[in-house]
Structures are given as C-alpha cells and as structure tokens.
C-alpha cells in the first residue's frame, strides 16, 4: 500500500520570500505520478504542479518548483516570491501510473503568508 | 476552460434521510472519482468510474451507491444518513493517464 507524509502540519512565510514544503512517500510501484494541490480557504481543490516518476527533471509552474528525490522517495515544494494568495492548505498527493488510480493524499500543510 | 460541475453546493439533511450528489465532468474526461473530506482532513477516495464501469473502491460505506452514466455524469447517493456524514465531496474528472481536476464540493450537513 502506498502512503504519503507530510510533517509540517503549519508552515508561515513572510510576503516575497520563498518557503518549503516537504512530502515523503512509501510506494513499491516503479510508474507513478506525484502531484500538489493547494486548498484556499474557498475549499476549492486546485492543482499545483504534476512530476511523473520516470522523469528525472524537477517540474515547474511559474513560481512553484519540487525537488524530487525517488531513491530518497521525497517530493518537496518550492514556492518562490510568495504572495498573500498562496496562503491555503497544501496537499501532497499519490497516485499509480494507471489509466483510472485514485489520489492518496498526505495530511496537508497549512502554509500562512503574511504581509 | 469548462470545469467539474457539482450540485448542489450545499445540502442539509435529517438524520436517516438520503441524499443524492450529482457531478458533470469536464467534456470528453471518461473517469469519475469520489472523495469525501471531513472537517480538517485530507480527501479519503470513495469510488471511482471508467466509461460508466466502476474502476476502483475505497472506503465507501455500504450506505452509499453511486454510478456513471450514459453522458458520463456521475450520482452519489447516500442513504440512511447519520452525523458522520457531514463532509464535503468532491468529485474530480480526468483523462486516462493524466491528472485529476476537482469539481467546487458539496458541503453535506447531517443534522
């Protein structure tokens, strides 16, 4: 069974900085995607940024990048030159490379910045 | 871009009642996925649809049923409702191989 860790329940960066979060995962599964996905408080569900496990090159997204590690099984977030709007509830996320797998989400991480 | 439409966004219920969520994925997404997320937790998947079979099940009580149908819509229904229930779900819609995108919720308040 696949698991995520996320250890950081609250994490607080200041306007402009740049913070990380950190995910872990547990998987015997070679093929697999890893995933954000942040929740404002809207609870809206949104996804972040995608890295596909075959792929050695980090993903990015305009200010957000991960540092993948797949022998260390770690899946880390970055966020550059934070903004109030990325204050929301940041889920790390698993899922097989299947045509129809479920996510396995981790515990979340409540990012606040402040002004 | 078109998103996942779920209706309705709220819903409140007596305890034992039954309620039906209805969920329209993005045009040409053939898989549906359930999730139910409890105050201050993380989604826990339900179930899911690949061109209107079930695909997958998670830890969805017998309580609950849903299926997919023929426009790829996808209900929910959930019966004999008790205060545990109260959560919100989501359904996400995507492609085979690609990622999930998540529908707005509906908020379910058993009283």
């Known amino acids: 069974a696949q698991t995520v860790t996320q250890s950081q329940p609250e994490m607080s960066v200041q306007e402009a900085e740049t913070v990380t979060l950190s995910c872990t995962y547990d998987?015997?599964?070679?093929?697999?995607?890893l995933f954000w996905y942040k929740q404002p408080p809207s609870r809206q569900m949104i996804l972040v940024i995608r890295q596909e496990a075959y792929k050695q090159q980090n993903a990015t997204e305009n200010r957000f990048s991960v540092n993948f590690q797949k022998a260390a099984k770690s899946f880390s977030l970055k966020i550059s030159d934070s903004q109030l709007g990325d204050t929301a509830m940041y889920f790390c996320a698993f899922m097989k490379k299947s045509n129809t797998d479920k996510l396995i989400f981790g515990t979340g991480t409540r990012l606040q910045v402040f002004p | 871009a078109a998103g996942v439409i779920q209706s309705p966004r709220h819903l409140i219920k007596e305890k034992r009642e039954t309620a039906t969520l209805k969920c329209y994925p993005i045009?040409?997404?053939?898989?549906v996925y359930w999730y139910q997320q409890g105050p201050g937790q993380d989604p826990q998947f339900l179930i899911s649809?690949?061109?209107?079979?079930?695909?997958d099940k998670g830890s969805i009580p017998d309580r609950f049923s849903a299926q997919q149908f023929s426009d790829y819509h996808s209900e929910l229904n959930m019966s004999s409702l008790e205060l545990g229930d109260s959560a919100l779900y989501f359904c996400?819609?995507?492609?085979?191989?690609?990622?999930?995108?998540f529908g707005p919720g509906t908020r379910l308040t058993v009283l």
């Open positions: 996400a819609s995507s492609l085979p191989f690609h990622e999930q995108f």
């Open positions: 998987t015997s599964e070679s093929n697999y995607y």
């Open positions: 649809f690949y061109e209107k079979m079930q695909s």
């Open positions: 045009p040409r997404h053939d898989t």
